[in-house]
């Protein structure tokens, strides 16, 4: 059964750039597809994006320009790296796999961001 | 871009009520929607894929429908661990989430 863990720093300064770290266990991250979705305080679901084991990548086009989301297959993770973050990036940030195109089926617990002035 | 919306916003029902949950696309995303359950405090859970399949464990008092722009969730008979906050989630073009209904106590 495959788990996700997150890992990151928690706390990230305005204007810099937050690095998250999703491990995979249980399984292989050379299949499927693989997913960021955050969810600011009191607010919903946005998914950031994801990338299919092949290395293609599909970002939310709202966060594009700031995106990257990357796979390192050694080390059975993919992070993501959000560049100019500001306070509406604070949230709980999820990764997720999706066996299938669109179903996001597998989640991580998340991992709480606060972003600092 | 697909926007989505769900209606209503929030829903205050009792143990035992039939309970539905309109989620709109803003153009047609054919069968290519999901459903999730989040509890407080707690990532989402897949309940239904492709518009109507049960995730596997899901309740079979879950049921959904729908096609093209219009979709319904629907709890046969709400229990207590079915209070919760209810999000679609589309993926005919970029993913995205609708803004979730709270089911809560009436």
């Known amino acids: 059964q495959l788990q996700l863990q997150e890992s990151g720093p928690g706390l990230v300064k305005s204007s810099e750039t937050l690095s998250l770290t999703c491990t995979v266990s249980g399984g292989s991250i050379s299949r499927y597809y693989w997913n960021w979705v955050r969810q600011s305080p009191g607010k919903g679901l946005e998914w950031i994006g994801n990338i299919y084991y092949s290395g293609d990548t599909m970002y939310s086009p709202s966060l594009e320009s700031r995106v990257t989301i990357s796979v390192d297959r050694s080390k059975n993770q993919f992070s993501l790296r959000l560049t100019s973050v500001t306070s509406a990036d604070a949230g709980v940030y999820y990764c997720a796999t999706s066996p299938f195109f669109g179903v996001v089926s597998i989640w991580g617990q998340g991992t709480t961001i606060t972003v600092s002035s | 871009d697909i926007q989505m919306t769900q209606s209503p916003s929030t829903l205050s029902a009792s143990v035992g009520d039939r309970v539905t949950i309109t989620c709109r696309a803003s153009q047609s995303i054919g069968d290519s929607l999901a459903w999730y359950q989040q509890k407080p405090g707690k990532a989402p859970t897949l309940l239904i894929y492709?518009?109507?399949s049960l995730e596997s464990g899901s309740p079979s008092r879950f049921s959904a429908s729908g096609y093209g722009t219009e979709f319904t969730l629907t709890i046969s008979s709400l229990q207590p661990d079915d209070f919760a906050t209810y999000y679609c989630?589309?993926?005919?073009?970029?993913?995205?989430f609708g803004p979730g209904t709270k089911v809560d106590v009436k």
């Open positions: 989630q589309q993926f005919k073009g970029y993913w995205n």
């Open positions: 492709k518009t109507s």
